[in-house]
């Protein structure tokens, strides 16, 4: 099983990214999916997850209308559209398939600086 996450990096504050997390060795169309976030000393949060046909979302008060998650099952790959980010959304993103005790990524880091 591997979830590996990609589109980190450095951005200005009002910038955009979209991270991806490409999966392989489990039936990903079988599993919900989130993206967590863990900015330094602090707990691992969640911020998004989607059902595992793609019709459902829910998101963290924090970045609803800014984020938005969404999977196509074709490509084994759950996405997050970040947009209007700002300083406090600097953390390291991580993936998780959501069934039993689930699988985690290795996460990427997100900082948004000027």
């Known amino acids: 099983v591997q979830l590996v996450e990609s589109g980190g990096g450095l951005v200005q504050p009002g910038g955009s990214l979209r991270l991806s997390c490409a999966a392989s060795?489990?039936?990903?169309?079988?599993?919900?999916m989130s993206w967590y976030r863990q900015a330094p000393g602090k707990e691992r949060d969640r911020v998004a997850s989607?059902?595992?046909?793609?019709?459902?979302?829910n998101y963290a008060d924090s970045v609803k209308g800014r984020f938005t998650i969404s999977r196509d099952n074709a490509k084994n790959t759950v996405y997050l559209q970040m947009n209007s980010l700002k300083p406090e959304d600097t953390a390291v993103y991580y993936c998780?398939?959501?069934?039993?005790?689930?699988?985690w990524g290795r996460g990427t880091q997100v900082t948004v600086s000027s």
């Open positions: 060795g489990f039936t990903f169309s079988n599993y919900a």
């Open positions: 998780k398939a959501v069934r039993g005790n689930g699988y």
């Open positions: 989607i059902n595992s046909a793609g019709g459902s979302t």
